[in-house]
């Protein structure tokens, strides 16, 4: 049997995966016209990415090592916290992700955290 | 032309700083794509995919959770159908971001429009969402420099896990495994520009935990971005009808 034939199921699933991201993607950036939407949905598409930002960020920071976790022994979360402030004190991106992973390797290296 | 050289000086170091602006935009999701890729990578070599198919998901796909859904479900079986259906699931909140950042985008040519559609993840539409929303003015160079090199990245990551998946076991005393998250705790706060926003991001994060525990699968950052931001609206609209505020003119920033 030919490479291309053992693998053409999933050929065709990779393909058929590439056409669903792909064209919600690129669908609204190509075609979507700001200036015909009626306003309610402007001011909604406004909170569309501080929504979506934080919605990604609170299944990444309250789930740790595969498991919810709401307590001290969740590094992601405790981590989480000195990160916001330094991110909101001094609005600095770089110094922000500095501090949030600099956390994260500390509370491993000391042997708090797993 | 009276001065070609000193023109042609200015504009190269221009287009250089702005090709560096990207550079550096791409720094940090670089820095989390790498190992995430990599491990992707390990993950499709165990689920049966063969290393060339595993980096040519990442060309053309281009989607994290997605390609780790693709890979996950093919290893345990599923059929093409059916997990076509769950990566379409898993990245239809781009359908969202995509519209969001449309208006930004606008003076792009068609073609151009396209290419930064095919390439946006959650990670590239952070980054250049909250410098719109900060005043940068378009420059395709620095938008393409960011996501190609991003893409870069995923793919350089995918082929390393792939051949070499048994180099590295543990990329967590790096804290490399949280570069992504802190990358977005970073982009998140200017996103809190008023206290409704405020108040829509802790709503957003509570619904897709919710959801989440409570069996939704892969809709939950969809549904509770939807659910959140027409709240938000709502709110805003209420309170801009009670002060007899004009709504039809800019966005609720």
């Known amino acids: ?60 920071i309250f789930f740790y090592n595969g498991a919810f976790s709401l307590s001290w022994t969740n590094l992601y979360l405790v981590a989480a916290v000195p990160s916001l402030l330094v991110a909101w004190r001094t ?20 042997g708090v955290w797993q | 032309m009276s001065c070609p050289a000193e023109t042609g000086n200015d504009a190269q170091t221009a287009s250089a700083s702005l090709f560096w602006e990207g550079a550096r935009r791409a720094l940090p999701i ?36 997605g390609q780790f859904v693709l890979a996950g479900l093919w290893g345990a079986g599923a059929g093409a159908l059916s997990v076509i259906v769950a990566v379409f699931v898993v990245n239809l909140r781009h359908l969202l971001m995509s519209a969001a950042i449309a208006p930004h985008l606008a003076p792009l040519p068609r073609w151009q429009r396209a290419l930064f559609g095919f390439e946006m993840t959650d990670e590239t539409f952070g980054v250049h969402i909250t410098a719109f929303q900060h005043g940068w003015k378009l420059a395709a160079t620095t938008l393409f420099t960011c996501n190609v090199t991003a893409q870069l990245s995923w793919i350089g990551g995918t082929a390393l896990g792939a051949f070499f998946g ?88």
């Open chain 1, 1 to 60: 049997m030919s490479w291309l034939a053992q693998h053409a199921e999933l050929i065709v699933c990779i393909l058929g995966c590439m056409l669903v991201t792909a064209v919600p993607r690129m669908g609204p950036v190509m075609y979507l016209r700001a200036d015909s939407l009626p306003p309610a949905l402007r001011h909604w598409l406004s909170f569309v990415p501080v929504s979506v930002m934080a919605a990604l960020l609170g299944q990444d």
């Open chain 1, 91 to 110: 609005r600095s991106f770089f110094g922000t992700i500095a501090v949030a992973m600099g956390c994260v390797a500390a509370g491993r290296a000391l």
């Open chain 2, 30 to 65: 670089v820095l989390g794509y790498v190992p995430v890729a990599f491990a992707f990578g390990v993950l499709a070599v165990k689920s049966h995919i063969p290393p060339s198919l595993a980096i040519a998901m990442s060309m053309l796909i281009f989607a994290g959770s």
């Open chain 2, 166 to 253: 048994g180099l590295i076991t543990d990329v967590k005393p790096l804290g490399l495994d949280y570069a992504l998250t802190a990358m977005f705790l970073a982009l998140v706060v200017p996103q809190c520009s008023s206290r409704l926003h405020l108040l829509t991001g802790i709503f957003a994060a509570v619904l897709s935990l919710g959801f989440k525990m409570a069996g939704m699968g892969q809709w939950n950052v969809v549904a509770a971005t939807i659910v959140a931001a027409t709240a938000g609206t709502a709110l805003f609209l209420r309170r801009a009808r009670r002060e007899g505020r004009d709504i039809t003119s800019g966005g609720a920033a």
